[in-house]
C-alpha cells in the first residue's frame, strides 16, 4: 500500500488531536485513502509544555525548515493559528511543493487571495473544512454538494464561544461575566474573549462562506458586526417572555440590491431550528433555489470535532479530490465574476426588538409611539411591567417592530432617545421569524 | 472549453428537474465543473405523456439504445426508478463505458452488489446522493467529510410520504386515512402508497447507509420494520401528552454485540431535533466517534430538491472526484471485511410505549402491572383516562416503560394479551429521548 507523509504545524490541541487520529486509526483513515497516512514530524515552538499525547521518539520538534525542507512531505497541516508566523509558513510549505491543510479562518479571511495565488503558482491546493462549523461539513457542501444551486442565503451561528455564552445566561439565568467565566473555565473561551464575543470570529468564517456561496471578495472588516457582550441578561427575559432566543447570528442574503451581510445579536423564534442550537453547537441554515432550506448542526469547536474535519481535508487532499475542486473553483481569484455589491445595513429591512428606559408617567408610550408612527413603524408587541421597586420611577419598555427599513429605525431611534422621558441605555436587536 | 454529453433515461418529475437545471443553468454548473455539461439526450418510454417541461427538438426518445450507443456520451442519468428494466439498462450504460448517476435506492438496495461489481469491472462510477435523504447530502457526507470517524450511530427519518402523513395527523388532528388521501391529492404519496408507508423505502435507504457507515453488506428485507399504517391518531395524541411525537426512525447503530437495524414508528421526545421535523423534510443524525453528533435536515423528496442532489453527483462524475471515492470506497464489495453481526431484535433494549384496550374495572391495572413487574419490566410513566362515553366498559390504558430488552418486553405483552381484561388490538412502539 502506498504512504503519504504528513506534517502538523502547531501542537495545540486541535494538533494534539489530528496527531492522535493519525497514530492511532491508521487502518480507518487508510481505508478511506487508498493508502497509508503516515505522520512523520510534528512542528511546535514551544517543547516543553504538558502534553496529553505522547508522541513516537524525535517527532516532536521546533524546526519548521525540518518539513519545508523534507521533499517526502506531502502535505502540511497548518494548526498555529493567528496570521503570523502562520502566514509565512504556509508560503513556503506551498513553494516547496506541499499541499497545506488548515484550520486558521483568521488566515483565511485576512490572507486568502495572497495564500491562494501562491498556491495556484506552485500547483498546490489549500484545504480549510475545519476553518468554519467546526465538524460541520459545510465547506464540502457549499463547494460541492449544492452545485445546482443558486444559493439564497446562508444563516449561521458559527461561534460556539458566544453561544455557549448566550445559553448559559438563558439556562442558569446569570449575566454575561458569570458566563463568560463559566465558559473560561470549561475552555470554551480565551482568557482575552475579544475575537469570539465581539462578532470578530463570527464575521471572519461569513467572509468565507459568503466567498463561497455568492463569490463575493470581500473583507471581513466591511461586514458590519455587534458582538453580544451588551447583551443583558433581561434582554434574554424579555426575548423568552415574546416566544424567542437571542443567538449570535451571521447573515449572508441575496436581494434585489445585492448582498446583505452581517453578524448580530438576533432574536430566534422558538420552534425553529436555530434557536434550539445550544452550548458549544453550531448550525448553518443554507437555502438554495433547487434544494431549497437545508439545515446542518453539530459541534463548531473543540479537539476532535474540529481534527475531525482536518482529516476529512487530509484524505480529500491526499486521494487528489480537493486538488481538482481548488483548481476548478479558481478560490479568491481576482479574474472571474464581477465584485457582488455589498447592501448597506440602512437599507436592510428586518423586524427589531427595542428595551427602553422610560420615565413611569403618563404620556411617554404616547410619544414614542407617535415618533414610531411618523417613521412608518408598527409595532407588533409591547411588554411594559410594573416595576417590583415602588420608588423606582423608570421602568423597562419592551417593543417588537414589524418589517421596516433598518435606516428608519435608526431615524426613529435617534428622535425616540432625545425624549425627556427615555434614559440613557436603549437597546436594539434584530429580530428572525 | 471543454464539454460533457449527458444523457438523461427516464423523464419523470425529477428527469424534468435535472432537464430543466441542465438546460438553463448552463453558466452555473460549468463554473463548478470547469466544463459545460450539454444534455444531447433524454429517454422514456412514453412519448405522449403532457410535459410541463420543453424539450429542444429531437433530445426526447424512447430509444434507450441510441445512448448506450453513443460514445460521445459520456455520463447517464438512471432516473427510471424500480428495479427493472432499471437494472439492466444500468448494466448495459456501464458495459458501454458510461459513468451511471442514479437516484434509485430500490434498485441499489435489491441490486448493489452486482451493479457496483459491473461498474468496477468497467472502469466506470455509480454516483446515488440522491438515493438517501433527496437534498441532503448525506452520501458525501458519510463516504467523505466523515472518514476520520467510527460512525457510531445513524438515526433518520428517510421517508418523506410517511413524515408527510404523521406531520398531517398531529398538526390537523385527522385519521391515518384522511392524511393519506391529503398526502396523494399533494403529489407526495403515490396511488399505491404501499412502499413507503410500509417501510419498505426506508429500509432500503437504511441498508445503504449502513453499509456506507458500518461496511455491513445487509439484505434490506433483513431489516425488521414497522409501517405507519397502524400508527392511530389516538396514539399521535398520546404521545403529544407524554411529551413526544412520533415518527417513522429508521436506525443502525452499534453495539457491543454488532448492529442494530429496524425502521419504526417511534415516540420522539419534544425539543430534540428529530421531532421537529415535519411535513416532506428529512433528517439524519449521525454520531461519530470524533465529530460526536451532526444533525442534517432538508427536503428528502421533490422535483428539485432531487434534482439538486443528482447534479452535484452528475458534477462530481464529471471532474473525476466522483471516479477516486468510487474506486477507493470499494462498495459493495465481496472482498474485504468481515460481515458485521446484525443483532436480532429480540436483544435490542429500549423504552417501550404500549397502548392497551382494557376493561374499565378494579383488578385489570394490578394484573397488567404484575405481569410487568415479573418481566422485569419498569413503568416510566401511566395515563389512564375517564371514557367519555359512560357505556363503554373498555378504556384504553397507556404506559411508558423504563429501557427493557425487547425479548422480555415480547414475552411480558404476550402474558399480557391473555388477560380476561385486555382486548385485542394493543399497540406497541419504540421510544426514543
Known sequence: MDVAKVAIIGFGTVGAGVARILLERGDRLARHAGKRLQLVRVVDADLKRPRTLLLPPGMLTSDVASVINDPEITVAIELIGGTEPARSIVLKLLESGKDVVTANKALLAEHGPELFA??????????????????????????QCLAANQIQSVHGILNSTSNFIL????????????????A?????????????????????????????AFGA???????????????????IHYAKELGYSIKLLAVAELVPEGLELHVSPTLVRHGTPLAEVRGAYNAIRVVGDAVGR??????????????SAVIADLIDTVVGRWAITFRILNLWSTDGEPPIHLRSRAEAPGRFYLRLNVDDRPGVMSEISGI???????????????????????????????????GDMAEAMKSVNQLAGVYPGTVRMRVRD
Not at 118 to 143: D, K, L, N, Q, Y
Not at 390 to 405: C, E, G, K, R
Request: proline share 4%; with cysteine; charged share 20%.
Open 167 to 182: 445559553s448559559q445566561m438563558e439556562e442558569s439565568d446569570c449575566e454575561y461575566s458569570a458566563a463568560l467565566a463559566e
Open 118 to 143: 501562491a498556491a495556484r503558482r506552485a500547483g498546490r491546493s489549500i484545504a480549510f473544512e475545519a476553518a468554519v462549523g467546526g465538524g460541520i461539513p459545510i465547506i464540502a457542501a457549499i463547494t
Open 294 to 307: 437545508l439545515f446542518f448542526h453539530g459541534l463548531g469547536a473543540g479537539q476532535m470535532p474540529t481534527a
Open 372 to 406: 414610531l408612527s411618523r417613521h412608518g413603524i408598527s409595532m407588533a408587541s409591547v411588554i411594559l411591567h410594573e416595576t417590583e421597586d415602588d420608588s423606582s420611577t423608570v421602568v423597562p419598555l419592551m417593543i417588537m417592530t414589524h418589517t421596516v427599513p433598518e
Open 217 to 235: 471578495r470581500i473583507n471581513w472588516r466591511d461586514i458590519p458586526r455587534t458582538g453580544i457582550d451588551l447583551v443583558d441578561v433581561a434582554d
Open 184 to 212: 473560561q473555565q470549561r475552555g470554551y473561551a480565551e482568557a482575552n474573549p475579544t475575537l469570539d464575543v465581539h462578532g470578530t470570529d463570527a464575521a471572519q468564517k461569513l467572509a468565507i462562506l459568503a466567498h463561497l
